[in-house]
């Protein structure tokens, strides 16, 4: 089965073909970093205007790159949800429009899913069950994945996701958009010890996340400073690790409680190298496989809704002739194919 997928969640376009014989065939994508640049962070108008431009002739080019015609697909997978409405109308209305003119069903992707899926396109995938930490801009929780659809979230961030905290820390240090990769770039350069801060939740039990209060110890500790260049860098460092050390710690708690011997990492921020490096230290130490995608397949990309898009599709799941948009859309409320899972209004 060839299934394109197609994702417009937030500020990045993509188009790609999954083929369930060969693997994955074909991924374009298209970053609208620099139409947001000069704002500090996404404006969802511009995004959903960026995505009409570009989509379209990514998916011709996704096409072209996979050798295939329009009719050799066998079904179109797009991202549903959760994400910014008018951009997930602009894929959905795209998809459900080019499935109805192909005569090929279609399927909405809960954008989670796919990043959870993700790891399934490397040449070693991870077998159910597995612990995932998802770590995005969006996002930060620890679930366990039994199967497809099958997902129980044992720990989520009661506020800011680690993304999101990184790219608000970047902001107070003055640092671009995009503000999480700008950090962990001037990050290498910090010196250890010149600052402290807290490693948030770690005093109490439980799998919860707290990042929020990061962001404020970030303002305390930089209050009266002149923020050159060695001291944005020496606290970019020492904000990086306590991010690192808490979603390690919270880890290997969830791995202890779960009994599974694989952990899978997700999302925009499992391509931060200390954070790889930190995780696979505790799997040798617990010996647990910590397995990620590349880091090309942890941010947005439609791979991995095309990929999971065919797990569902192969499996006779298919939407019917609505266009189905969701900015907000619980995981838990997923359910494996042959049952209906809910949808947010």
């Given at each position: 089965m060839r299934v394109l997928g197609i994702e417009t969640s937030c500020d990045e376009t993509a188009a790609a073909v999954y083929d369930s014989e060969t693997g994955l065939r074909s991924?374009?994508?298209?970053?609208?970093?620099?139409?947001?640049?000069a704002y500090g962070g996404v404006v969802p108008e511009l995004a959903s205007r960026d995505h009409v431009r570009k989509l379209l002739p990514l998916i011709d080019q996704a096409l072209a790159d996979a050798g295939l015609e329009p009719g050799q697909i066998d079904g179109v997978a797009y991202t549903a949800g959760p994400g910014l409405a008018g951009a997930l109308l602009v894929g959905a209305s795209v998809a459900r429009s080019l499935a109805f003119a192909w005569d090929r069903p279609a399927v909405g992707v809960h954008h989670l899913?796919?990043?959870?899926?993700a790891p399934m396109l490397e040449s070693d995938p991870p077998e159910f069950p597995f612990l995932a930490l998802l770590v995005s801009g969006g996002h930060t929780l620890i679930a366990e994945v039994r199967a497809l659809g099958e997902y129980q979230i044992i720990g989520s961030s009661i506020d800011d996701a680690a993304g999101e905290a990184f790219d608000k820390t970047a902001k107070l240090l003055g640092l671009p958009y995009p503000g999480g990769p700008a950090l962990a770039r001037i990050a290498e350069h910090g010196r250890a010890g010149r600052f402290r801060l807290p490693r948030p939740m770690l005093d109490r039990p439980g799998l919860e996340f707290s990042f929020s209060g990061l962001k404020t110890a970030v303002v305390v500790a930089t209050r009266g400073l002149q923020l050159d260049e060695q001291t944005r860098a020496d606290v970019a460092a020492e904000f990086q690790q306590a991010v690192v050390d808490t979603l390690v710690e919270k880890c290997a708690r969830a791995m202890e409680q779960s009994g599974l011997a694989t952990l899978v990492v997700a999302g925009g921020v499992g391509a931060n190298a200390r954070l790889r490096e930190a995780l696979q230290a505790l799997g040798r130490r617990q010996g647990v496989r910590v397995l990620?995608?590349?880091?090309?397949?942890?941010t947005d990309n439609a791979a991995m809704i095309a990929y999971a898009g065919w797990r569902?599709?192969?499996?006779?799941?298919?939407?019917?002739?609505?266009?189905?948009?969701?900015?907000?859309?619980?995981l838990d409320s997923l359910r494996a194919p042959g049952h209906e899972h809910a949808r947010a209004n």
């Open positions: 991924h374009r994508l298209y970053s609208q970093a620099p139409l947001h640049a899913e796919g990043h959870l899926l990620y995608p590349q880091p090309q397949f942890c569902r599709l192969a499996a006779g799941e298919h939407d019917d002739l609505v266009i189905r948009a969701s900015a907000r859309w619980p």
